[in-house]
């Protein structure tokens, strides 16, 4: 696994074609997830904890690693639906599920800071490799469907993010 994921950090191309092709690849896709969902919920908590104290930052920290999961998902069928749907790609959700866990790897390095912000931006750049490669796309369809998904995405995420932060607030009022 550690091994597929170096190569998709290496933005190998045959790796995001060998994963698409092969279901088997399900399990180790979603503990990809896990570790970077576990990882963002630690360093989510610890620095929340510093940052906020109590059950504000624990909330908000354990948000972090939730919304991994939850984007994951969430992007994974908006990017399914742009692509077969606006696009006309060839994949199931299953392929773009694989491509797009392999895309988050760099985000193993998420718990330091200025690192975290450059693995989350490459991430991106993964992603596009996997969409493209996913639904057999040109590099336009494949940069407007990742776009637009991500988009999407991102204002779905800040919606609940806002939430989760009034939640957190409330908490915090009521426990002191």
Known sequence: MVDRMLRAVKADVSLYEEVEANPTYNQEALTIVGIIAIISAVAGVGLQVI???GTTGIITG????????IGY?????????VGTRMFNGTADVGELQRTLAYSMSPQVLSFIPIVGIIASIYSLYLGFIAVRQALDFDNQKALMTAGIAWLIWFVISLAIGGVIAALAIGASAVTG
């Open 73 to 81: 998902y969430v992007w994974s069928y908006l990017t399914f639906f």
């Open 51 to 53: 940052l906020r104290g």
């Open 62 to 69: 354990i948000w972090s690693g939730v919304s991994v999961f």
